[in-house]
Antibody
Framework: EVQLVQSGAEVKKPGESLKISCKGSGYTFSSHWIGWVRQMPGKGLEWMGIIYAGDSETRYRPSFKGQVTISADKSISTVYLQWSSLKASDTAMYYC??????????????????????WGQGTTVTVSS | DIRMTQSPSSLSASVGDRVTITCRASQSISNFLNWYQQKPGKAPKLLIYAASTLERGVPLRFSGSGSGTDFSLTISSLQLEDFATYYCQQSYSAPPALTFGGGTKVEIK
C-alpha cells in the first residue's frame, strides 16, 4: 500500500525551532516529488513548496521562501519541513502529499499532468506562548 | 502567479440534488486542472485531474469539465457522503506551482 506517514502533533512557543517529517512507503520514493500544504484553522489549502526526493531539488512558493526549509533523506524515504523561529501565525495543519506525473494525450501530443494523489494524515502545529 | 477563484464559497443542497461548483483561473491553463474533496479532520482526496478524468475509484456521479480559464465540478446526484469541501487546483505551472482555489463547502440543506 502506498502511504505517507507524518510525525505527530507539536506544541511550541514563539521563537522555537521545529522539524516535522513525512515518511513514504509502498512506492519508489526517489522517483517522485513531495509537496507540503498548509491549512490554517478554518481556512483553505495553500501549497508551500515541493522537493524531488531523488536529488532534493526544492522549489518554494514565493510567500514561503525564507520562512521554511524543505529537505529530504532518500535513504530513509523521508521528507522534512522545518522552521528556525516559529511564529503564532505558523499555527496550522501541515500535510505532505506525493506529486505524481500522469502522461495523457492532448490531441496527438502527450502532456504531463501533476496531481497530489497520496496524502499524509497531517501534522498539527500549535505555536502559543 | 496563477490565481484560482472558486464560486460559490459555500452552498446548501439536499440528497439527490445536482450540484455544480465553478473554478476560474486568472490566465489560461488549458485543461491542467484538478479537483479534490476534503472532509472535516481528514486529508484531501484527489477526485479529478486533467479537468475531466476521474481518479480511479471515484464514483461516476462526479464529473468535471472546462478548458482555458473556466472549469466546473458537477455531482449529478448528491449523496450523504459528498457533504464536504471541494478545492480546485491548477497544475499548468507545475512543478512547482500547484495553486489551490479557495474551496467550496457543500452543506446539508
Amino acid at each position: 500500500e502506498v502511504q505517507l506517514v507524518q510525525s505527530g502533533a507539536e506544541v511550541k512557543k514563539p521563537g522555537e525551532s521545529l522539524k516535522i517529517s513525512c515518511k513514504g512507503s509502498g512506492y519508489t520514493f526517489s522517483s517522485h516529488w513531495i509537496g507540503w500544504v498548509r491549512q490554517m484553522p478554518g481556512k483553505g489549502l495553500e501549497w508551500m513548496g515541493i522537493i524531488y526526493a531523488g536529488d532534493s531539488e526544492t522549489r518554494y512558493r514565493p510567500s514561503f521562501k525564507g520562512q521554511v526549509t524543505i529537505s529530504a533523506d532518500k535513504s530513509i524515504s523521508t521528507v522534512y519541513l522545518q522552521w528556525s523561529s516559529l511564529k503564532a501565525s505558523d499555527t496550522a495543519m501541515y500535510y505532505c502529499a506525493r506529486v505524481r506525473g500522469i502522461t495523457l494525450l492532448r490531441g496527438r501530443d502527450p502532456s504531463l499532468y501533476y496531481v497530489m494523489d497520496v496524502w499524509g494524515q497531517g501534522t498539527t502545529v500549535t505555536v502559543s506562548s | 502567479d496563477i490565481r484560482m477563484t472558486q464560486s460559490p464559497s459555500s452552498l446548501s443542497a439536499s440528497v439527490g440534488d445536482r450540484v455544480t461548483i465553478t473554478c476560474r483561473a486568472s490566465q489560461s491553463i488549458s485543461n491542467f486542472l484538478n479537483w479534490y474533496q476534503q472532509k472535516p479532520g481528514k486529508a484531501p482526496k484527489l477526485l479529478i485531474y486533467a479537468a475531466s478524468t476521474l481518479e480511479r475509484g471515484v464514483p461516476l456521479r462526479f464529473s468535471g469539465s472546462g478548458s482555458g480559464t473556466d472549469f466546473s465540478l458537477t455531482i449529478s446526484s448528491l449523496q450523504l457522503e459528498d457533504f464536504a469541501t471541494y478545492y480546485c487546483q491548477q497544475s499548468y505551472s507545475a512543478p512547482p506551482a500547484l495553486t489551490f482555489g479557495g474551496g467550496t463547502k457543500v452543506e446539508i440543506k
